[in-house]
């Protein structure tokens, strides 16, 4: 259908369109006309990514003399899939001159776009970027061009032959490319599809990608470098981006990372020493390079760039290496001094909390490594990694791991602590020494991002409350709001459940968690749901421990033998592989009528990109409230940095978070409105307003006084009511007058104010 948005033609690949979607383009093209930054929270089930897609894309058509380029940002490759899939609907429905000219992508990782069965034989993604490398690096190609039992990757060679003849821009046909369709034109091709798409990306009108090739600047420095001002980035999902940001710029650092770091530097050494017999030359060219300065040394082959440098601005990359880090010897004589250095501050029986300008003074007084030394670590690593013609990286990660730690440390004044722990926090008898150097500012990471881009949009179902995101990432958006659901039926129930049958009060506070009666009231809250629930019920907890803890005493008091009477059960584990399995297991289990139930945990990877969408899930539990450790000394330097530095208070910051995780989970449940589900906040705290209040505004529209402060029976009771209402039939498109799905003709009614909403 086509309509008009705020006087711009907009094409939508569907016949009808909802309310808030209209809503939701109206608040998107003014953000694009005033070229700023837009918060927008949407409801789950909504149509968020149609709405995304449909307006940007048309916004481009509208306007051809701004040249704009998305990039989509995602968090998982499925979820790249979905968005993908969406907008080939969406090409369908454009007009011919644009359809014939648009040119869409995906960009993941080797792993996922490797057709080479000898690179895929490799197992992790890190192992798969080393065979990759092995096989396609400059010296390496250079080398089989004099003896052909060097092995190469046809795929890339013959990728490489084609791109050679100067007509990269029609590589790759117009039109929208999954993964997989990138790989099947890579096998039809014989061309590598991962080379391919690194560099049709910047002639694509559409990216979609990973948060971390923007957020992450040790890859954004060599995958989304080239990309111009005039792009609209959109965050997907995006209610956790300030822990995505903080993860980015974080490092760990072990007595393993050192030991290998020890090893890395004695492999280069030995190199070092047989190139100096056999090619100096090669290592004064490098020297030479360096005293040019970063920023000057050229382009390097695609397939080199893979390292690029985690955080130097513009003015240090101009500048000369130091010279006392030029020479390769010299560089890794420095090192070895500050591997050694580090291996000290790990020998503490006492927990020590500094600040990055002290540390970097006291490197520099203990091992004489001044911080400018410091700060070009990683970026002279990697020129020296590539003068060795080391090409796995796999091998190299702890030399890497202590040279970004080197760099990060030495950039940054605030916003970082380094905390050194000699014991694991949670068992204090086990030692574990561990250096972190930790990122409290969320914005340190994004900020490029809002400063290069001329808009960027942050989306999801969960972000309220809204008003806390400007303050974490530091911006002022230019439009801020969260919609509702228009729904012709109550198709979502939440409850807050406080106490069990016989009255007790249930929660995981830490004084409550393990008490006898706490757990089997969970327990029979289980019991009586899959009894009376058909199809799937997904249970979320609090973390891993508590997950396990509890499903053993269930298991001693006979409550699991009794659940599993009426439903299988699965269970996430930390094993990405064995969690895989268990969700295919579980969907066949509802597939084949008997239903399942699904044991989870909040901040997993099920609870950020798993949908549970019709018979998958029909009631989601959330037992207790997923606060974060609040002893972890990392958690309460943040803390400690928000207020200080944002006026942020401990409790609201905590409360935040965990709602937000427990919004995300429920959400799961619901992904349409022609769906319907149960959502149970299993936990006395929930009954709190200054609690309450910070779930999204969809979930406590439905939440009604009469579903607060509940007993399990009581539960029970509105859930049978709730399934009952639910197999009525009803009108999807609404009626009496009030509309919640549109028409053409009822979009035009709308934008002139004559229908009722």
């Not at 006392?324 to 090192?335: M, T």
């Not at 009631?619 to 530095?645: C, H």
């Not at 007058?737 to 979009?747: P, R, Y």
Request: aromatic share 8%.
């Amino acid at each position: 259908m086509r309509l008009e948005v705020d006087g711009m033609t907009v094409y939508f690949p569907y016949g009808s369109i909802y309310p808030e979607q209209v809503e939701y383009m109206l608040e998107l093209k003014r953000s694009l006309d005033a070229r700023g930054h837009a918060l927008l929270e949407m409801p789950t089930g909504t149509g968020k990514t149609a709405a995304l897609l449909s307006l940007i894309v048309s916004y481009s058509l509208a306007h051809p003399e701004q040249r704009l380029k998305l990039l989509y940002c995602t968090r998982t490759v499925h979820e790249m899939e979905k968005t993908l899939a969406e907008l080939r609907l969406l090409l369908d429905h454009l007009p011919q001159p644009a359809r014939s000219s648009l040119l869409a992508l995906g960009l993941s990782s080797r792993k996922n776009l490797c057709v080479n069965p000898d690179v895929l034989s490799a197992r992790s993604r890190d192992s798969v970027d080393a065979a990759c490398r092995r096989l396609t690096a400059t010296w390496v190609r250079t080398l089989a061009q004099d003896n052909p039992n060097v092995p190469t990757c046809p795929f890339f060679e013959a990728y490489d032959r084609a791109a050679s003849t100067g007509a990269e821009a029609v590589l790759l046909p117009q039109g929208v490319y999954t993964l997989g369709d990138l790989r099947t034109f890579g096998r039809e091709k014989g061309w590598c599809p991962y080379f391919l798409a690194r560099q049709m990306i910047r002639y694509a009108n559409v990216v979609v990608y990973s948060y971390q090739y923007l957020l992450d600047p040790k890859v954004a420095s060599f995958i989304s470098k080239e990309m111009q001002k005039e792009c609209v980035v959109v965050f997907d999902e995006a209610h956790n981006i300030d822990n995505v940001c903080i993860e980015a710029l974080s490092v760990s650092i072990r007595k393993q990372t050192l030991e290998g770091a020890a090893r890395n530097l004695t492999q280069m050494s030995q190199q070092i020493d047989r190139l100096k017999a056999t090619d100096a030359g090669r290592l004064r060219a490098e020297y030479n390079r360096l005293v040019q300065g970063l920023a000057q040394r050229g382009n390097l082959a695609i397939t080199d760039a893979w390292l690029g440098n985690p955080a130097l601005p513009d003015d240090i990359l101009k500048e000369a290496v130091p010279g006392n880090i030029r020479r390769a010897e010299h560089f890794l004589s420095v090192l070895r001094r500050l591997v050694q250095y580090l291996k000290g501050r790990l020998m503490t029986e006492n927990v020590e909390t500094e600040n990055p300008v002290s540390f970097c003074s006291s490197i520099n007084s203990q091992a004489g490594i001044d911080q400018k030394m410091l700060k070009f670590c990683y970026d002279r690593l990697h020129s020296l990694m590539l003068t060795l013609e080391i090409t796995d990286t796999d091998e190299f990660m702890h030399i890497q791991t202590v040279c970004d730690f080197a760099t990060l440390v030495s950039t940054y004044a605030r916003g970082f602590s380094i905390i050194i722990e000699p014991y694991d926090e949670r068992m204090p008898t086990i030692p574990d020494p561990v250096l972190q150097l930790s990122c409290h500012d969320a914005s340190l990471a994004i900020k490029p991002v809002f400063d290069r881009f001329q808009s960027v949009i942050i989306t999801s179902g969960t972000l309220s409350p809204i008003d806390l995101y400007p303050r974490l990432l530091s911006f002022n958006p230019v439009i801020s709001r969260s919609f509702t659901m228009s729904l012709t039926r109550d198709c979502i129930c939440p409850m807050v459940l406080t106490r069990g049958s016989d009255q007790l009060p249930v929660s995981t506070k830490f004084d409550m968690r393990s008490d006898p009666g706490v757990v089997r009231n969970y327990g029979r809250l289980l019991l009586e749901m899959v009894a009376a629930v058909p199809d799937g019920i997904v249970c979320f907890f609090v973390s891993y421990s508590y997950m396990d803890g509890i499903v053993n005493s269930w298991n001693e008091m006979g409550i699991l033998q009794d659940v599993m009477q009426h439903k299988l059960v699965f269970i996430e584990t930390q094993d990405v592989v064995e969690t895989t399995l268990a969700l295919d297991n579980y969907r066949k289990a509802c597939d084949c009528g008997r239903g399942a139930v699904f044991f989870s945990v909040a901040r997993g990877k099920v609870a950020e990109g798993i949908d549970f969408d019709r018979h998958y899930g029909r009631l989601v539990i959330m037992f207790g409230v997923p606060f974060q450790y609040t002893l972890s000394r990392i958690l309460l330097a943040r803390l400690e940095y928000l207020r200080e530095t944002f006026q942020i208070k401990e409790g609201d910051f905590l409360t935040f978070d965990a709602l937000r995780q427990a919004a995300q989970c429920v959400g799961r449940v619901i992904r349409s409105k022609a769906d319907y589900g149960m959502m149970i906040f299993a936990d006395k705290r929930y009954s709190r307003h200054d609690k309450r209040s910070k779930l999204p505004g969809w979930i406590l529209s439905h939440l009604h006084d009469a579903h607060l402060n509940l007993s399990t029976d009581m539960a029970l009771h509105i859930a049978r009511e709730f399934l009952r209402r639910m197999a009525q039939p009803y009108d999807k498109a609404g009626s009496g007058g009030k509309k919640t799905l549109l028409s053409e003709e009822d979009v035009v009614k709308m934008s002139e104010g004559g229908l009722d909403m």
